[in-house]
């Protein structure tokens, strides 16, 4: 066997194959960070029920998000206890004014 014929030694092989690894992870968190990023804009201001849009309303000083396809109700994070701060200070009930109740 010439010199020019030598098989790669056993850290060469493992060289590689921390290699390969590494880039194939590389690859799969960037993927899976485009994916996210993707269905973050896809299902933004869509409701959760129906997939319709959603329509940002205010009531009594409190942005509300409307669905106009099924006419459903989404409220973000505190947006509740500011509804119910709201109605302890004598504002309208919010179910009440939302459903004609």
Not at 20 to 29: F, G, H, I, V, Y
Not at 79 to 100: H, I, N, T, V, Y
Request: with cysteine.
């Amino acid at each position: 066997m010439s010199p020019d014929e030598k098989k790669p030694s056993i850290h060469e092989e493992k060289y590689f194959a921390d290699e390969n690894q590494r880039l194939t992870e590389q690859l799969r968190a960037r993927l899976d960070k485009e994916r996210a990023a993707r269905e973050r804009t896809e299902h933004y201001m869509r409701c959760p029920k129906c997939g319709g849009d959603l329509a940002e309303i205010e009531y009594e000083l409190v942005h509300i998000d409307r669905c106009t396809s099924c006419g459903g109700v989404w409220l973000d994070a505190g947006e509740l206890e500011m509804l119910e701060r709201r109605q302890a200070a004598g504002a309208k009930g919010f179910l009440s004014a939302m459903f004609g109740r």
